[in-house]
DNA sequence: GTCTATATCATGATAGAC
DNA sequence: GTCTATCATGATATAGAC
């Protein structure tokens, strides 16, 4: 979480774990897959309740299409549920989790495409339905759009800073952050077209100076 | 861009260079200061090109405020022509850049922060008068996830780009990406605010269960 | 299972010939 | 300024005693 997988030793963990420098590829084989461990006992539950939130939504509403704050609001809420619970990490998690998607090296990639493969899967259907005008491509980029804003914001690099000087006597709380990006990313997700929007005319107009 | 700075070695790239190992400290003095005179190159003069487009915008506006889709293409377009010029890194540079955003090491935060803090001031200062109704607070946090998005989009991680099943293609145009990103940030900047969106109530439902 | 000790290798940086 | 050679360090991973 503090300096990304490649810039954390074995040595800093074991040591500051209070265990011994062998302990990690005894019981998990290599740095790589005890990274990925740390992450699947997380991750794993998180993205199942996602999907049985939105399978529930889906149920609740019968035929009809569920709403976009809903399903936007089934995607936040196991990670709000994560981050109100010390216990299972907290908001420390998704700080590393939003750092891994950060993270350039090929195995974390993969392994997050892996993980997060049906959830965006279904997510973007569960979209698609709600937001029927909307072509596929783009719905495609506002949901990257959104992983981008999500990812950035929990990985907290400068998040912290902001949050300690707007908020100086609430304790920097995932909660209000997320409750302040959800009006944002549901704005984007439902904004005009790309050829309708006021700022493709304002982009246009200043490039042709 | 690859790899990462802690990932990649002197050794990689003095051998791609085809030049000495030694030749990065006797000019740069050492591997860090090498990664900033690179940022600094085109940094400098994309932030530079940032203010002075404000500040004709300013002018132009005589004493009105200018309007937030001209204040957000102002600050895209400096990124969109250096993408559009392959003889100054083009779109190499953005994703080196947003790599860069997202890296924890503390001398690339630093750098970074010196590097933007003139920018968002003078940008803030500048949406705030456009949209005197937003509180101060929560103009910065828009700006945050403004960051984040843009950051992300530029960076182009692969995976989670294929798995919302986007043409690789189509993701190599950095134009096509922002003018599809501009609509999405320009919504989010002026969405209701969460106290009154609809998603706020969705969360609240949710939460109860 | 857990430890010490170590193998093996790559890194950033530097010394010094040219 | 540019090269070769090398230093000191720290990395992951493993061998083998207990």
Redesign the pocket.
Known sequence: MEHGFEA?????LTTAAG?????????F????ELFQAVLTRRLDPMNQARLELLTRLEANAARRPVSCESILTALLIPALKLARDPQRGGKDFLRLLGRAYADPAPFIRRFLSEQYGLVIARYKAAFARALPHLPRKELSWRLHFIMGALSYTLAGTDALKLIAELNPHETANDEILLRRLAPFLLAGLTAPLPAMSAVSQALDDQLAL
Not at 19 to 27: C, D, Q
């Open positions: 954390t030793s074995l040595r800093a265990v011994n420098l062998a302990a990690v590829n005894y019981h084989g290599s740095k790589e």
